[in-house]
């Protein structure tokens, strides 16, 4: 069955660093977004993608996040300089269309900001 | 804005039925989810129910909406230690370009064997 997949499942990050999240969605979506649920709150919106560009986005992505797809197959989310309330589960997803139905979540990668 | 709201915490025996509640605000949503998060795990899909439908039946798992309560629950028949887990209610609006989902913050299942 085909999956969404996070790479890496952990990410232990000094304060003040750089990093990348990455994703890969089901091969025939296009549709991504990424979430974040910080440990014992809600699941929460950040940023959803099409067609090259950012369709949506909540009041948390701000400047310092960024999405990419720098190819055909992965779809990337950076922070540029990383903050102690960074730390949470990021979650990617991917749907077929953006009214589908469905949105098919990844693993989740824990990023840890120490 | 949106709002999804669980209780935090359920414990059924082995057996039994489980019944997850979840209330929403927005009037305007159009798809509700329930997901699934195992420990260490990511979000699994489990069902989901057009705003213009009442009840939705997926072998064990019962959802009911009631439109006008801006209430939705799940229940699942038979309960399993395999359910054990966190239930996310979420919710879908469909406003111009919006493809966010809005979640509660998930009630966990505790099955007692």
């Known amino acids: 069955e085909p999956e969404v997949t996070q790479t890496p499942s952990h990410q232990v990050t000094q304060m003040g660093q750089e990093v990348i999240l990455r994703c890969v969605p089901i091969?025939?979506?296009?549709?991504f977004y990424w979430y974040r649920q910080i440990l014992g709150q809600k699941v929460e919106f950040l940023v959803s993608?099409?067609?090259?560009?950012?369709?949506?986005k909540s009041e948390i992505f701000d400047d310092q996040f960024s999405v990419e797809r720098p190819d055909g197959s992965n779809f990337t989310l950076k922070i540029r300089s990383t903050k102690l309330e960074d730390s949470a589960m990021y979650f990617c997803?991917?749907?077929?269309?953006?009214?589908?139905?469905?949105?098919?979540f990844g693993q989740g990668t824990r990023l840890t900001v120490v | 804005g949106e709002d999804v709201e669980q209780s935090l915490f359920l414990s059924v025996r082995e057996g039994d039925s489980s019944v997850i509640n979840c209330t929403y605000t927005?009037?305007?949503?159009?798809?509700l989810y329930w997901y699934k998060q195992e420990p260490g795990a990511g979000l699994q899909l489990l069902t989901y129910?057009?705003?213009?439908?009442d009840m939705k039946q997926d072998q064990r798992l019962t959802v009911l909406l009631n439109k006008k309560d801006k209430h939705l629950s799940l229940r699942i028949a038979d309960t399993q230690t395999g359910d054990s887990a966190i239930y996310f209610c979420?919710?879908?609006?469909?406003?111009?370009?919006?493809?966010?989902?809005?979640f509660g913050k998930g009630t966990k299942l505790s099955v007692i064997p």
């Open positions: 997803a991917s749907s077929a269309q953006g009214l589908s139905t469905e949105a098919f």
């Open positions: 091969s025939n979506h296009l549709y």
């Open positions: 993608f099409y067609n090259n560009e950012i369709s949506e």
């Open positions: 927005d009037s305007s949503s159009t798809y």
């Open positions: 129910i057009f705003s213009n439908m």
């Open positions: 979420a919710e879908r609006t469909n406003g111009a370009g919006s493809y966010q989902l809005t």
